[in-house]
């Protein structure tokens, strides 16, 4: 059974700076992409930025310049570093796999940019 943990989330002020990070446990042996998505209160889920293969991205209009996202092919991890946070960057953001044929979540992560 694969899992996706997620880590690095929390309070930060606007103009700051967070790392998360998304590891896959349990045995993957094909990973087709690898994305961050966010949701915020009364929202929909939408896609922040993607990666396919260790350099293809792609990313929201919104957190272009800011956002990059990155893995770990050896460790299965994905990494969104986050730049120059606004307040209305504030939401639960949640790691997407596309790996073994299936599509798999995380469980979320609070990011919350306010002073």
């Known amino acids: 059974q694969v899992q996706l943990v997620e880590s690095g989330g929390g309070l930060v002020q606007p103009g700051g700076s967070l790392r998360l990070s998304c590891a896959a446990s349990g045995s993957i042996f094909r990973i087709d992409a690898m994305g961050w998505f966010r949701q915020a209160p009364g929202k929909e889920r939408d896609l922040v930025a993607s990666i396919i293969g260790d350099s293809k991205s792609n990313y929201a209009e919104s957190v272009k310049g800011r956002f990059t996202i990155s893995r770990d092919g050896v460790k299965n991890t994905v990494y969104l570093q986050m730049n120059s946070l606004r307040p209305e960057d504030t939401a639960v953001y949640y790691c997407?796999?596309?790996?073994?044929?299936?599509?798999?979540w995380g469980q979320g992560t609070q990011v919350t940019v306010s002073s």
């Open positions: 997407r796999y596309n790996a073994n044929g299936r599509i798999l």
